[in-house]
């Protein structure tokens, strides 16, 4: 069992700022790497640190090239600010470029209402060892250009776009003006 205590160290935040991030839809690792920051600055008591990759990586257990990749969102964001080597967190969250709680969720799919188009899904790499699996096995059987279709068509069918309810598009369209329009 874990002895946290807070005479061992604590990181002081103002609970404005807290309840600001809750309302924010930010990835596993955009929230990992901000949190880190966040320790790394106000948990030393300053607004500011110069900060390398590895000491983020080892702290987040994030690897260090997906580090650099989540900053630079988050700088995109306004989350962060940067002068010269030293970062630090934009306190002033009326400044972050983020959209806030304005996100639909319909059977675990969220919809962001930023008029960008959804992107594909891609494949992960246990996916695509999976399916090369299945390729192989398939492949290795007697009816192999049966199979190899079957398993083109079932490819096919899990990128088919998937039509929105009636429901969710008129959500939609209060959230976003002109959505639906030509």
């Not at 966040?38 to 994030?62: A, E, N, P």
């Not at 494949?123 to 090369?132: H, P, S």
């Not at 190899?148 to 776009?161: L, T």
Request: proline share 2%; aromatic share 8%; charged share 30%.
């Amino acid at each position: 069992m874990a002895d946290v205590q807070i005479e061992d160290g604590y990181t002081k935040i103002a609970n404005e700022l807290l309840e600001a991030l809750l309302k924010i839809n930010l990835s596993n690792y955009e929230f990992r790497v901000f949190m880190a920051i966040l320790r790394k600055t106000y948990g030393y008591h300053k607004k500011g640190d110069w900060l390398s990759l590895s000491q983020l990586s080892k702290l987040t257990g994030i690897q260090t090239p997906n580090i650099c990749r989540t900053v630079k969102k988050l700088m995109a964001k306004n989350m962060l600010i940067k002068n010269g080597k030293i970062t630090g967190i934009q306190k002033d969250y009326d400044h972050w470029n983020i959209i806030h709680t304005d996100s639909i969720q319909i059977d675990n799919t969220i919809i962001q209402a930023d008029n960008k188009k959804l992107s594909i899904q891609t494949d992960t790499k246990e996916r695509k060892k999976l399916i090369q699996k299945k390729r192989s096995n398939a492949l290795n059987g007697a009816n192999r250009e049966k199979e190899w279709n079957r398993i083109k068509e079932k490819r096919e069918d899990d990128y088919k776009y998937t039509p929105i309810p009636e429901e969710a598009k008129e959500i939609i369209k209060r959230i976003i003006p002109g959505y639906g329009k030509k």
